[in-house]
């Protein structure tokens, strides 16, 4: 007896079924399962055309899912709300209808670790239109050793299982994208390549154009057959840190008076602020060239993490650090006690150190490594996490090189 599908004989695999008209082993009976449970899921995943306007997550219910997972930053929530919204009706729109809606892509501002990344990440989890993150640090203009500029889309076909028409009215966020800002506004000999060349080519993506997109990414198969998408549908979701554009934007507002002692009334809490006053303009000095900023038509900033919220940070979201840790101990069968002042020795020392949002799970780490080792060992069944030892902890390790002198 043979498998009717692999052709291999009873004697090479574990287990033949057969049937009326042959057989089938083991192994093909699994992949045929995994097959029809992947085929029948994607079946059962609504489309965009199957999808009608009361089905579609307003603006409030994607706002209060990101309240789920992201502390703080209102104003940014409420601009990727309103935007993905108004992506899904676009979608909707009549082909007949004389009004035509164009795409509002946005651009967000942000100091590092106050949640760009984890907005995006979050927001796609509930989307029911392809999502694909990219980063912009890679790009190069094109014949360069780098990442051509039409790669960004490959991310999004494979999200979508290389199907064009649910590509071509996807999402697509990218990040880092002050990274490639134009190095200088004097002219050189030298090509900026990674700057202002990728700006320029991303120009055609940003408006809406048909862009040949190599399935394969890179340039490491030049024989294989280009994919053809319209980005006239796709969002466009761009973040960056603009590290530094603060003085930009005070150069702007002229906060900066001439005499003795003038610039003491402005305190350190509004020069945090200083992001919400940010601009085109900014960005233009910055060095975005002002064709890719009129494709960016939205503009919003996130808030600089105070310590309220890195506490909040710490314990309210549902993956939270405090609540990922339990978890963690929970599984070798310890119960794990926090007390109340170790958030706020944690939060301090975060701040001390300068190490924002992503510092409290290096410290958390370093706090808790020694209970990691022994709690699949532990007779104990509950462990009590104390400021004196927290305390304790972060004396043996290297993060008191970090604080300021």
Known sequence: MYCSFCGRSDREVELLLPGMNGCI???CAERAAELSREYLGKMATATMTDLDMDSLPKPDEIKAYLDQYVIGQETAKR?????VYNHYKRLNQRRDDDIDIEKSNIIIVGPTGTGKTLLAKTIAKMLKVPFAIVDATVLTEAGYVGEDIESLLTRLLAACDYNVAEAERGIVFIDEIDKIARKGDNPSI???VSGEGVQQGLLKLLEGSIVNVPPQGGRKHPEQKMIAVDTKNILFICGGA???????IAQRLNTHVVGYGAGNHISKTDRDKLLHFVAPQDLR????????????????NLEPLDRDALIRILTEPKNSIVRQYKKLLDMDGVELVIEDDVMGFIVDKAIEY??????????FETIMIDVMYQAPSMHEK??????EFAERQLSKSNFELLADK
């Open 79 to 83: 601009y990727l709300s309103v935007a």
């Open 190 to 192: 030298t090509r900026d």
């Open 354 to 363: 300068k190490l924002g949002a992503r510092g409290l799970r290096s410290l």
């Open 25 to 27: 082993c083991n192994d």
């Open 382 to 387: 509950k462990f009590v996490l104390t400021r």
């Open 242 to 248: 603009f590290e530094g554009i603060e003085r930009k």
């Open 285 to 300: 000095s910055y060095g975005l060239i002002p064709e890719i900023i009129g494709r960016l038509p939205i503009l919003t």
